[in-house]
């Protein structure tokens, strides 16, 4: 009888360890699916909230300096006591994580969407206008889609940190491959660790890369510019 | 929940001793200033010289903005049991070493970010100008671009402070040092006024820092009275 065959790997508690993706493959799939919809929700739901906060600012300069001002204190709140603040209210639930990580990406993209309305040139405006665009039509045939290239720069930003910034929602049960990392560390996991981060760093390149493509996509006539 | 909070922070017991939060606030301040420091000096020569010779930009942008990408937690978990360990040092506390260097790597990309394109977004036609009456490539640099970049420069540097000092608490999931400490310890105990006292010494901590950061970028910078002339 000879005792079953333990990977080299895990006696030595190493940082490479290929038979740790294969042994560990359902707890990793389910921990990046966790990280990738919760990423989504977040920034998705910043962006539903900073679009009329924008177009709101844009319009009052009183509201613009709150809308900023406010974001701005948001921002200098840690994740850290975000989640737990946000603890009492929400619970254990991917909630919280969602609800911190939406209001980092709302001060991010709040000032982009701000910054590319105003860079639409007012030449442009005024021709809209005269041809007989309503607002609402106006701000969707023109003011947006040429706004697009900076709110998407916003948007890049925005998703690469969520990206990274979940992993601290583990203090929550809700932090995707921060969880791995969180129970790797108190165990003593080296390749756990390793293989999470590794993970959350090609996650967030990814997304980067599908933004960068969405853009192209959405945005044909700046490939022929300058 | 905020008085009780307001009656934590007023107590003076609550700050003394090495787990009060004078000391942890110390600890946060020392943490934050050491790894600015360090990061400056490493990233803005490197980030300057690229954008001076207008060269390899594309590539140190693309590396911060990498940089962005990797969690501090992860770092902070592989330096701790990695090489680097969790020991004690110094004034900075347990896993001190591991939590610098995170965040001087956190530092990183807004400092190169915005020292690499305010040096490349100098106006042209000036430098052109500069060369042209006889300035060395040094001279250049020194006197007109870096002058004209400093506000950039700067406020990339202040970014990176605020955002520095925040993120120090995160050194508390390691049970490292810094004020972070405060709020695991209120999670722990379920005392969640302690969590909403940590909160508001980091994020007031924070707003000071930039209203001072704010004041010393007005001061730090060159061309303040060529430009109070111009407007």
């Given at each position: ?8 790997c895990?006696?030595?508690n ?19 699916v ?5 990423t ?10 900073a679009?009329p906060?924008a177009?709101l ?8 300096s709150l809308v ?5 204190i948001?921002?200098?709140?840690p994740?850290?006591?975000l989640f737990?603040?946000?603890?009492p209210?929400?619970g254990?639930s ?13 001060t991010?993209l ?9 860079a639409?040139?007012?030449?442009v ?22 706004a697009?290239?900076?709110?998407m720069?916003?948007?890049?930003v925005a998703t ?37 981060s590794?993970?959350?760093v090609l996650l ?13 996509a959405?945005t ?7 | ?14 700050w003394?001793?090495?787990n ?30 690229l ?6 930009g594309?590539?140190a ?6 940089g962005?990408?990797?969690?501090v937690?992860a ?19 347990r896993?001190?070493l591991?939590?610098l ?43 007109v671009?870096?002058p004209?970049?400093?506000?950039v420069i700067?406020?990339?540097v202040?970014i990176?402070l ?14 490292g040092?810094?004020?972070?400490r405060?709020i ?11 969590v ?7 994020a007031l ?11 010393v ?5 060159p ?5 109070k002339?111009?407007?």
């Amino acid at each position: 009888m000879t005792a079953p065959q333990v990977a080299r790997c895990y006696v030595d508690n190493d940082w490479l360890c290929g038979q740790y993706l294969s042994d560990y493959r359902p707890e990793l799939t389910d921990a990046t699916v966790q990280h990738l919809w919760i990423t989504v929700v977040s920034v998705v739901a910043g962006l539903v909230v900073a679009l009329p906060l924008a177009l709101l600012a844009r319009r009052n300069p009183r509201f613009e300096s709150l809308v900023v001002g406010g974001t701005t204190i948001v921002y200098t709140i840690p994740s850290l006591a975000l989640f737990s603040l946000l603890l009492p209210i929400t619970g254990l639930s991917a909630t919280t994580v969602i609800i911190g990580l939406a209001l980092y990406s709302l001060t991010i993209l709040v000032r982009n969407v701000l910054a590319g309305l105003r860079a639409v040139p007012a030449d442009v405006v005024e021709s809209a206008r005269g041809v007989g665009y309503s607002e609402t039509r106006l701000l969707t045939r023109v003011e947006l889609p040429l706004a697009l290239p900076v709110i998407m720069a916003g948007l890049r930003v925005a998703t690469v940190s969520t990206v990274a910034l979940v992993t601290v929602g583990s203090i929550v049960s809700y932090g995707g491959l921060g969880n791995l990392l969180l129970s790797g560390f108190n165990s003593n996991f080296k390749a756990q660790i390793l293989t999470a981060s590794v993970l959350c760093v090609l996650l967030a390149v990814a997304f980067d890369l599908v933004l960068v493509v969405l853009q192209r996509a959405l945005t044909p006539w700046t490939r022929h510019a300058r | 929940m905020l008085g009780d909070a307001l009656d934590y922070l007023l107590d003076g017991a609550n700050w003394s001793g090495t787990n009060g939060i004078g000391a942890f606030a110390v600890q946060q301040l020392l943490l934050t200033v050491t790894a600015l420091v360090v990061a400056v000096a490493l990233g803005l020569p490197v980030a300057l010289y690229l954008g001076h010779r207008g060269r390899g930009g594309f590539l140190a942008v693309n590396v911060s903005n990498i940089g962005r990408a990797v969690p501090v937690f992860a770092v902070l978990l592989m330096l701790s049991l990695g090489p680097v360990g969790s020991d004690e040092l110094g004034p900075y506390g347990r896993a001190g070493l591991a939590t610098l260097i995170a965040l001087v790597l956190f530092a990183l990309p807004p400092l190169i970010t915005n020292a690499y394109v305010g040096i490349t977004e100098v106006d042209p036609d000036i430098v052109e100008a500069a060369r042209g009456v006889g300035m060395s490539g040094r001279t250049v640099f020194t006197s007109v671009e870096l002058p004209l970049a400093m506000p950039v420069i700067l406020t990339g540097v202040r970014i990176a402070l605020v955002q520095v000092w925040a993120t120090a608490t995160i050194a508390a999931l390691v049970a490292g040092p810094g004020l972070g400490r405060i709020i695991t310890r209120g999670f722990a105990n379920q005392a969640t006024y302690q969590v909403v006292a940590g909160a508001v010494l980091v994020a007031l901590g924070a707003l000071v820092l930039e209203g001072v950061a704010v004041v010393v970028e007005r001061y730090a910078d060159p061309m303040r009275r060529a430009r109070k002339v111009t407007v």
